[in-house]
């Protein structure tokens, strides 16, 4: 059985102050005494003991379970996404502390992670689980995912508000594992990977004897990863600023030369760094993605920009300087970016919000065309690269989507293959591992543009990184093999 790290004692909560703070604007100003020092504001005893979380304050299970329940029942049954299911009850969970919400987030994810597993060993171990409501059956799971993810089965039970249920099913439970152990490899493999069949059919093509340990390493926590923005200093420059902030517990990332991994969990937009655009959350996989642009500062199209994040990370591989271009379908993910490009202090960007398809789309287009000398799509797709920081995303997934994502990939790769310029390259990326969406692609749209050719990406990232990165012509990431999430890259060089 897979373990993960067991809710219970870490840091949390904002940070202790330390690195210099500004007061927000239009707060009531602190009446001050003769030494000069502000007043406390009056806290309440639950605001009081938030600001300062107890590690060895024991849980209140009662009401970490009640939460459990209600943001796991808004993704199960009224088909919420996970993170806004959580957002959704802990808003309201005013009296929780930071521990216990962190206990609730861990949790549910950890559940909605195994789902398929916790189903079928509680199938096993109680025959008639099938019969219980619809409450009754989710306080089993979450007890059942608990024991799994290897909490004490005994503090579990105790914990579980299992009053009038049958405990002694959580007794059965590694009878029932060793019932899923002993099924044929086909039947076994998606139930204990905890995805749909037609995914877990895909993994096998995709990793074949490796398929087990990328699906295990799919359903671990993801880590916590900044990106270091360059415009405000270099990774070890944010490494001191967060230290000055109290954050010490940082390490550099193995393979991106921007990342810090945060090694405790922490409320990071609270942090003044944070707020002074020092860094941004995103994960290795997706720098790594950024740095295959390796954008000069003439003109730069990111054509999938969505909320910015790898925009910022090329206005940073920029310097500031040049055109680039963000472009999308999405207002509301381009207002997201333009907050976000103020913040960082990016000014060489232009956002430009795109039709979808059709005549329009392609009209928008013509100021752009055969002018740029990076153009990156990131574009729309399966997210079984990220499973780990959207577990439920598997479950929402079928072949007629994927289907969908792959036609939508050739059309947007084709489209806005007409914007680069002789000489300019065509990077393409997705966060799935799965080959219909990436290696295919990329072949279909080779197959029909006979101007472009692949360029190695240990010929753009250097033979250090490229030799860590792996063997063959494309970036080609995942959990198991990086520690990253999953990415694939391609770059594609038209012909001069
Ligand atoms: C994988 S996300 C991009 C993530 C972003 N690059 C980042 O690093 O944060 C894909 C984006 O493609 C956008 N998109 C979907 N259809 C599009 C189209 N026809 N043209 C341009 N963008 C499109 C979506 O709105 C979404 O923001």
Redesign the pocket.
Same mark, same amino acid.
């Given at each position: 059985m897979a373990t993960t790290r067991k809710p219970g004692p870490s840091r949390g909560g904002p940070p202790k102050s330390g690195g210099p703070r500004t007061s927000r604007p239009g707060a009531p100003k602190k009446r001050k005494d003769a030494g000069g020092r502000a007043d406390k504001p009056k806290m309440s005893r639950a605001q009081h003991e938030r600001a300062r979380p107890n590690p060895n304050r024991p849980l209140r299970e009662d009401l970490v379970l009640q939460a459990c329940l209600e943001a796991y029942g808004g993704v199960r049954r009224e088909g919420r996404l996970s993170d806004r299911a959580l957002e959704f009850v802990l808003r309201r969970k005013t009296l929780l502390y930071s521990t216990e919400r962190r206990a609730v987030a861990e949790r549910v994810y950890a559940l909605l992670r195994r789902q398929r597993t916790v189903d079928f060993l509680l199938d096993r171990a109680h025959r008639k689980f099938d019969a219980l409501d619809a409450t009754r059956q989710d306080v089993m799971r979450l007890a059942a995912s608990r024991i799994l993810h290897g909490e004490d089965p005994t503090y579990v039970a105790r914990s579980s508000g299992l009053t009038g249920l049958d405990v002694s099913v959580l007794d059965r439970l590694p009878d029932a594992a060793a019932e899923l152990d002993a099924l044929p490899e086909a039947k076994r493999f998606p139930i204990a990977a905890s995805m749909p069949d037609f995914l877990a059919d895909r993994f096998r093509a995709v990793f074949g004897k490796d398929a087990a340990r990328a699906a295990e390493a799919m359903n671990e926590r993801a880590p916590l990863i900044v990106r270091a923005n360059t415009l405000k200093g270099d990774r070890a420059q944010l490494q001191e600023r967060l230290a000055a902030e109290d954050v010490e517990s940082t390490k550099p990332t193995a393979l991106s030369p921007f990342g810090l991994v945060m090694e405790t969990r922490l409320n990071l937009f609270s942090l003044q760094d944070f707020k002074d655009g020092g860094f941004e959350i995103q994960d290795e996989g997706?720098q790594l993605l950024g740095m295959l642009v390796d954008a000069p500062p003439t003109r730069v199209v /990111?054509?999938?920009?969505?909320? &910015? &994040?790898?925009t910022l990370q090329l206005a940073a591989q920029m310097k500031n300087r040049g055109d680039l271009h963000a +472009? /999308?379908? /999405?207002e509301g993910?381009m207002e997201d970016l333009r907050k976000r490009a103020r913040r960082a202090g990016v000014h060489n960007v232009r956002t430009q919000l795109?039709p979808?398809?059709g005549p329009d789309?392609d009209a928008a287009l013509t100021p752009l065309k055969g002018l740029a000398d990076r153009v990156l799509v990131?574009?729309?797709?399966s997210g079984t690269g990220t499973f780990r920081r959207k577990p439920d995303a598997r479950y929402r997934l079928n072949p007629e989507d994927l289907e969908m994502h792959v036609g939508r990939q050739k059309a +947007?790769l084709a489209r806005f293959a007409t914007l680069v310029k002789p000489g300019g390259r065509l990077i393409y990326g997705t966060?799935s591992v799965l080959r219909e969406e990436n290696e295919d692609v990329v072949e279909d749209f080779l197959s029909k543009h006979p101007d472009f050719s692949v360029r190695p990406v240990a010929e753009v990232l250097g033979a250090e990184l490229g030799a860590k990165l792996g063997k063959g012509p494309f970036l080609r990431l995942a959990p198991h093999t990086h520690g990253t999430d999953g990415f694939f890259g391609a770059v594609l060089v038209k012909a001069k």
């Open positions: 997706s /990111d054509a999938c920009a969505g909320a &910015g &994040g790898k +472009l /999308d379908v /999405d993910r795109i979808h398809e789309a990131d574009a729309p797709c +947007l966060c």
